[in-house]
């Protein structure tokens, strides 16, 4: 089983390096979105973003997977489950709702141009005080993404809504959420996860809108929990890569 990482809105595959970091002995596959790295031009959709996982997955000979999403991956994510349950065997959602809208002087404010906004827009992923080099690590990744990229990728989550057919998701589910999250606050993660039948809600305090980077060894540790729970038959033990500050390694599964 493999485990395929989504990305968020603006960013692309390497924003899961971190979490990466710590995912010994996970197969994961880390897709493009639509508008960079070979994904075709920019998709203003969910459902778009959804076909491209698609493809990059039959190109990569990947039937089913286990998915991790953040923010619009999340989005992507929870499409997957409800639309196409054959390919999903478990979705991990860190930042994202059932909904998903985006304040209009966000939309309205981009045609006219990406730098203007490029300070406020990387600062509203985090809480006040977060490190500088995270700012800037945000801003760098608008600004190579594009403000075009950025743009559909905001519209496609400002009309993203399936509140009322999380009924539908089978799924093993695990909701992640910050508790400072400006841009999807917890409530919006905790109402998702009451909805889904078999969801787990984990919300982390201090954590705003970019867990993958903020707290990247907790993320990878529910994930990993999530793909050992898709194997069958005995599985191995899966362990964090040890780093200072870090954890060591995850109890076996099961």
Do not use: K
């Not at 286990?66 to 930042?95: D, E, K, T, Y």
């Not at 969801?199 to 201090?206: C, T």
């Amino acid at each position: 089983m493999t485990l395929v990482l989504l990305h968020s809105a603006g960013a692309a595959p390497e924003i899961w390096d971190r979490v990466r970091r710590f995912l010994v002995g996970v197969p994961v596959f880390v897709p493009a979105l639509p508008g960079r790295g070979g994904a075709g031009e920019p998709a203003d959709d969910v459902a778009a973003h959804c076909a491209a996982v698609l493809r990059a997955m039959d190109d990569a000979g990947i039937g089913r997977a286990a998915f991790g999403g953040h923010s619009l991956g999340g989005a992507v994510a929870l499409w997957l489950a409800i639309n196409h349950p054959q390919r999903c065997a478990g979705i991990g959602i860190a930042n994202a709702g059932a909904r998903m809208r985006v304040a209009p002087q966000m939309l309205e404010a981009l045609p006219g141009g990406l730098e203007p906004i490029l300070d406020l827009v990387a600062a509203s992923n985090f809480p006040p005080g977060s490190p500088p080099e995270w700012l800037a690590e945000r801003r760098a990744a608008y600004a190579s993404v594009g403000g075009e990229t950025l743009l559909a990728d905001l519209t496609a989550c400002d009309r993203f809504d399936v509140l009322d057919r999380l009924w539908e998701i089978r799924c093993r589910t695990q909701v992640l959420a910050g508790s400072e999250d400006a841009l999807t606050p917890p409530r919006f993660a905790r109402l998702m996860a009451e909805r889904i039948s078999a969801a787990r809600y984990i919300e982390y305090a201090g954590a705003g809108h970019m867990l993958p980077v903020e707290r990247p060894a907790e993320v990878a540790g529910e994930l990993a929990v999530l793909w050992a729970s898709t194997l069958d038959g005995p599985i191995t033990r899966v362990r964090a890569a040890r780093e200072p500050g870090g954890v060591g390694s995850l109890p076996p599964p099961g």
